[in-house]
């Protein structure tokens, strides 16, 4: 484990690159939202129409998401994150101007590809630094994402609140947040995806570089079983945006003001957790850490469901937030460091199947909560904790990849990741 003394200052710079490309990722779309009312009024729409313009963000990322392993490997995960950003930046700004609802969802289709192929190259570069740390550090980028998403809403209301027009508004954010992207580019990493990786040193390889074509069977299963964990994280973080305030109000029956508690709980329990994380990695090991992190969704959202109130419910959501902060962080880390892929492919596979799961994961508890109740259908979030705990024994044991200190035998059929 390399301290923060021994740490060369490239990699120093690159670090607070990749942080600065988290943040920006996060508040060119959340800098918009508080005025989307707005761009409804303003074509004129329906609430199902700006619905559906939405929509398209989503089914952008799963459209364009699988191809970032193409763009990373041509062109680099530092040029694809940071001009990435720059081209997300001109969508953005150009939605005040869409006209009509076909430009506005082709505009949202767009940002959400956009969005889908830098998620994958920021995460990529930001394991390039953590190699040269060699400690955990990549969690305290998505907690930077975090409070990114956060600055950019506070941005976006207090423009709406001063009555600054929509397109000035956009238009001078989206130019200072991309030119950020684009002096965050001059200090990321240079060279091969596999330059920092310690087998690429030792014997002048690159472990990424294999075809897909001899990606062996036990990879593929793999990322199989990452996906299923990323998907229960997804499932674990919809419960407290979706589904918290209505079941404050229905199943609890608090008012209006503390239904949304739930959400905030849950997310600043997340945040603090992502900033917070990395030094519990370092201490414990990534496995472990996910594994626990299971254990406390299991019994916050248990304690929640089991005990109605609204303290105990805020317990239990802010259980599941920490339990939930370090997990996909951890399955990227682990995809990522699969033998045989090329680069990004490990990581662009997890992405989608996470972005798979918060589609899915919304229709799925309305349809349980529909035939039985609210109560019955987050449930769902207990089984996701303990699909955590158990199948979590996969995950690499930490930043460095070196094995946990007791090992940890494989499910059967899979390969230890570690």
Same mark, same amino acid.
């Given at each position: ?48 129409? &700006? ?136 200090? &990321? ?7 920092? $990786? ?92 996910? $594994? ?123 390969? $230890?990741?570690?």
């Amino acid at each position: 484990m390399s301290s923060s003394s021994s740490v060369a200052p490239v990699a120093r710079r690159a670090r607070a690159a990749v942080s600065a490309v988290f943040l920006v990722n996060a508040v060119l779309y959340a800098n918009l939202v508080p005025r989307l009312p707005e761009v409804k009024d303003e074509l004129g729409l329906s609430n199902a129409a &700006l619905g559906a313009a939405i929509a398209a963000m989503p089914l952008g990322a799963l459209i364009a998401g699988l191809l970032a392993p193409l763009l990373i490997q041509r062109l680099g995960s530092a040029a694809v994150a940071s001009f990435g950003l720059v081209a997300l930046a001109v969508a953005v700004a150009a939605i005040p101007f869409a006209g009509g609802w076909p430009v506005l969802a082709a505009l949202f289709l767009l940002a959400g590809a956009l969005d889908a192929i830098i998620d994958v190259a920021q995460n990529a570069h930001g394991f390039r630094v953590q190699r040269l740390y060699g400690r955990s550090i990549v969690n305290a980028f998505h907690g930077l994402w975090s409070v990114g998403a956060v600055l950019g809403g506070l941005v976006g209301s207090a423009a709406a609140g001063l009555a600054i027009p929509l397109p000035a508004h956009i238009a001078t954010t989206s130019a200072i947040f991309g030119i950020v992207a684009v002096v965050a580019y001059r200090f &990321l990493l240079r060279g091969p995806e596999d330059a920092e $990786r310690a087998e690429a040193v030792a014997d002048g390889t690159a472990p990424g570089s294999r075809a897909l074509r001899h990606v062996a069977g036990r990879t593929v299963l793999m990322l199989a079983v990452l996906g299923l964990l990323a998907a229960c994280g997804a499932f674990v973080e919809d419960a407290g945006s979706s589904w918290g305030a209505l079941y404050l109000r229905g199943e609890v029956g608090v008012g209006a003001a503390a239904a949304g508690l739930a959400f905030v709980s849950l997310q600043v329990a997340m945040t603090i957790g992502r900033l917070t994380g990395d030094r519990v990695v370092d201490r414990f090991g990534q496995r472990r850490v996910a $594994r626990i992190g299971g254990v406390a969704i299991a019994a916050g959202m248990g304690l929640a469901l089991a005990v109605p109130s609204l303290s105990t419910t805020l317990v239990g959501f802010a259980l599941a937030g920490l339990g939930v902060a370090t997990l996909v962080p951890a399955v990227m880390h682990t995809a990522d460091e699969l033998p045989g892929l090329p680069a990004g492919v490990g990581l662009t596979v997890v992405s989608w199947l996470l972005r798979v799961g918060f589609l899915v994961s919304p229709t799925v508890v309305g349809l349980v909560a529909d035939a039985a109740s609210l109560r019955v259908a987050l449930l769902g979030v207990v089984a996701a904790g303990v699909v955590v705990a158990i199948v979590g024994r996969v995950l690499v044991a930490g930043a460095s990849t070196e094995p946990a200190d007791e090992p940890v035998a494989a499910p059967s059929g899979l390969p $230890r990741a570690s």
